[in-house]
């Protein structure tokens, strides 16, 4: 990328007001299949993609899924990021443009809090990646990576321990913070919720987990969301093309 991708997500937010990102789960499909997911979210407009799973993923796969993925953005003469959402170090990649360098900062887990970021670190600096600082929260539900990440889940009627976690982050140094409902909930992460996390705090707000629709996709933008995310979507959709532009249309 010529230009540093968290400016180029600044500059698209300030542009449009919210940008929308493609999360590619390598472990859901084979790597041709997700350069033709890609090719057709290029079609649709969306901002980026991310690229990242909780299980089944190593590192042969994440750097086989990138590559296909950057074929699949680059068919159009486009330029748009990369940037790795990863579960730990065996899913980072040097093909890749950037990398959430996250903390799931309500799990148990020390592992998911410190340990393997501490293990990557030295890794994503021999790969040149460019690293953005992110405070990761799981909220209620919170699907698989939930689990895995032994979150304390933070209850969906207490947007002000979402708050209190986001802050703690902001002044740990981070500069994003993704609200993650886990991938296929049931409902995405309450209004209330992040419309407090944007309004008392200085962090850009990444909102995912259980975005189905354009209606979803519109209460999150109307409460404050920078950032949407969308995987699952793409995998369960027959029109991947039209099923993300009608989330673009609604949201820009
Ligand atoms: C998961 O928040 C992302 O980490 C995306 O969730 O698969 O439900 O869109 P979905």
Same mark, same amino acid.
Do not use: W
């Given at each position: 990328?010529?230009? $540093?991708?968290? /400016?180029?997500?600044?500059? &698209?937010?300030?542009?449009? !007001? @919210?940008?929308? *990102?493609?999360?590619?789960?390598? +472990?859901?499909?084979?790597?041709?299949?997700?350069?033709?997911?890609?090719?057709?979210?290029?079609?649709?407009?969306?901002?980026?993609?991310?690229?990242?799973?909780?299980?089944?993923?190593?590192?042969?796969?994440?750097?086989?899924?990138?590559?296909?993925?950057?074929?699949?953005?680059? $068919?159009?003469? /486009?330029?748009?990021?990369? &940037?790795?959402?990863?579960? !730990? @170090?065996?899913? *980072?990649?040097?093909?890749?443009? +950037?990398?959430?360098?996250?903390?799931?900062?309500?799990?148990?887990?020390?592992?998911?809090?410190?340990?393997?970021?501490?293990?990557?670190?030295?890794?994503?600096?021999?790969?040149?990646?460019?690293?953005?600082?992110?405070?990761?929260?799981?909220?209620?539900?919170?699907?698989?990576?939930?689990?895995?990440?032994?979150?304390?889940? &933070?209850?969906?009627?207490?947007?002000?321990?979402?708050?209190?976690?986001?802050?703690?982050?902001?002044?740990?140094?981070?500069?994003?913070?993704?609200?993650?409902?886990?991938?296929?909930?049931?409902?995405?992460?309450?209004?209330?919720?992040?419309?407090?996390?944007?309004?008392?705090?200085?962090?850009?707000?990444?909102?995912?987990?259980?975005?189905?629709?354009?209606?979803?996709?519109?209460?999150?933008?109307?409460?404050?969301?920078?950032?949407?995310?969308?995987?699952?979507?793409?995998?369960?959709?027959?029109?991947?093309?039209?099923?993300?532009?009608?989330?673009?249309?609604?949201?820009?």
């Amino acid at each position: 990328m010529r230009v $540093k991708v968290e /400016e180029l997500l600044k500059e &698209i937010v300030d542009a449009d !007001g @919210v940008a929308h *990102l493609t999360l590619i789960d390598p +472990a859901r499909q084979m790597p041709k299949d997700a350069e033709k997911l890609v090719s057709e979210a290029v079609k649709a407009g969306t901002d980026g993609f991310m690229v990242g799973g909780s299980t089944g993923v190593d590192s042969t796969i994440i750097d086989e899924t990138v590559l296909a993925m950057r074929r699949g953005i680059e $068919k159009h003469h /486009e330029e748009k990021p990369i &940037i790795l959402f990863p579960s !730990g @170090v065996h899913t *980072l990649s040097r093909h890749a443009d +950037a990398v959430f360098f996250m903390s799931m900062l309500n799990s148990r887990d020390l592992t998911y809090v410190i340990g393997n970021q501490m293990i990557g670190a030295p890794l994503v600096r021999s790969l040149r990646l460019e690293s953005i600082p992110m405070a990761y929260l799981v909220i209620e539900p919170g699907g698989t990576v939930g689990y895995v990440g032994d979150a304390k889940l &933070i209850p969906r009627s207490k947007p002000e321990i979402a708050v209190a976690y986001a802050l703690a982050g902001e002044y740990l140094g981070m500069r994003f913070v993704y609200l993650e409902a886990g991938s296929g909930a049931s409902e995405p992460v309450p209004e209330t919720m992040i419309s407090a996390v944007r309004n008392e705090t200085n962090l850009m707000v990444v909102v995912g987990g259980g975005i189905r629709s354009p209606e979803d996709a519109k209460l999150c933008r109307d409460a404050g969301a920078h950032i949407l995310v969308t995987g699952s979507l793409v995998e369960s959709s027959k029109n991947v093309e039209k099923s993300i532009s009608s989330i673009i249309k609604v949201i820009k």
